[in-house]
C-alpha cells in the first residue's frame, strides 16, 4: 500500500533522512521506532506532504505522492495524527470530528459521517460526554482520542501517527495502543512512530528501527521484541513488567 525508497529529506544544510526504505501493506500495523531526533517524524511530514524538497520514491497504492499537496494526500486516504496532537482549542470536541469528515461534507455524504461519529463515540465514550466541551480545556489523553477521532472521521486507508503515547500516563497510553489494536483488527492500515517502543511493537506486525536519518533494523515486531540489542537500546529496565500477561 504505501512504498518508501531510497528517501532523503533535508533541514537546511542537514540530511534528516538518508536513503531510507520502508513499506506498509495493507491491513499491517508497522511500528517505526528510534530515539529522539532519528527522523521519525520527518518521515510521516514527507508522506503527507507537508516537507517538500525531499528525493527518492513515496508512492500510495502505486502511485507516486511527489506532486502531491497534502489536501490532495488526505483525498487519496492518507491522513495523520500529529504529534502533540493539534486540536482545535477554541472549537468543541464535535466541530473537531466535522472537521475531520471536511471533504466528506463537501461530497454530502452525511448518513456516513453521523454513522462513523457513533463509531467514534463507541470508541472513545468520553468524547460523547464532552462532545460540547472546547476541545482546549480536555485533558491531554482525551486530546489524544479526540486527534485519533477527527483523523478517522476521513475514512482513512491509512492512518499515520506520531507520537501518540507523548505526555500521556501509562494506564492512558496503554488505551491509546490498545484501541490501534482493535482498529487494526478492524483492517485499518497503520503506521506508528513512536518512541515508546516496547508498546508499539507489541501491536504491530513488522517493526523498523531508525537510527541518525539510517533504517539500521526491519523485521517482524515479535523478533525485535526478541532482539537483545534492541531491548538494551529501546526497551529499558520495565521491558519484562510492562509485558507481563499481554504475549
Not at 121 to 130: D, E, G, H, K
Amino acid at each position: 500500500m504505501l512504498t518508501i525508497r531510497n528517501l532523503k529529506c533535508w533541514y537546511g544544510g542537514i540530511e534528516a533522512l538518508s536513503g531510507v526504505t520502508l513499506s506498509v501493506s495493507q491491513g499491517e500495523l508497522v511500528a517505526l521506532i528510534g530515539a529522539n531526533g532519528s527522523g521519525k517524524s520527518t518521515l510521516l511530514q514527507a508522506v503527507c506532504g507537508l516537507l517538500p524538497g525531499w528525493k527518492g520514491e513515496i508512492s500510495f497504492e502505486k502511485v507516486p505522492l511527489n506532486k502531491k499537496k497534502p489536501q490532495d494526500i488526505v483525498a487519496d486516504g492518507i491522513c495523520m495524527v500529529p504529534e502533540g496532537r493539534l486540536v482545535f482549542g477554541p472549537l468543541s470536541v464535535m466541530d473537531n470530528l466535522k472537521l475531520g469528515a471536511y471533504l466528506r461534507y463537501r461530497k454530502r455524504d452525511h448518513y456516513g459521517i453521523k454513522k462513523d461519529l457513533d463509531k467514534i463515540f463507541s470508541l472513545f465514550p468520553i468524547l460523547a460526554q464532552r462532545a460540547g466541551q472546547h476541545a482546549g480545556t480536555l485533558s491531554g489523553g482525551e486530546q489524544q482520542m479526540l486527534a485519533i477521532g477527527r483523523a478517522l472521521m476521513a475514512r482513512p486507508k491509512l492512518l499515520l501517527l506520531d507520537e501518540p503515547s507523548m505526555g500521556l500516563a501509562p494506564l492512558v497510553a496503554r488505551l491509546i495502543f490498545d484501541t490501534l489494536a482493535e482498529l487494526r483488527a478492524d483492517g485499518l492500515t497503520i503506521l506508528i512512530v513512536e518512541q515508546n517502543a516496547r508498546a508499539a511493537l507489541m501491536i504491530a506486525d513488522r517493526g523498523y528501527v531508525l537510527e541518525t536519518g539510517r533504517m539500521v533494523l526491519a523485521g517482524k515486531a515479535r523478533e525485535l521484541l526478541a532482539d537483545e540489542e534492541i531491548k538494551r537500546a529501546y526497551l529499558g529496565k520495565d521491558y519484562a513488567r510492562f509485558t507481563e500477561g499481554r504475549a
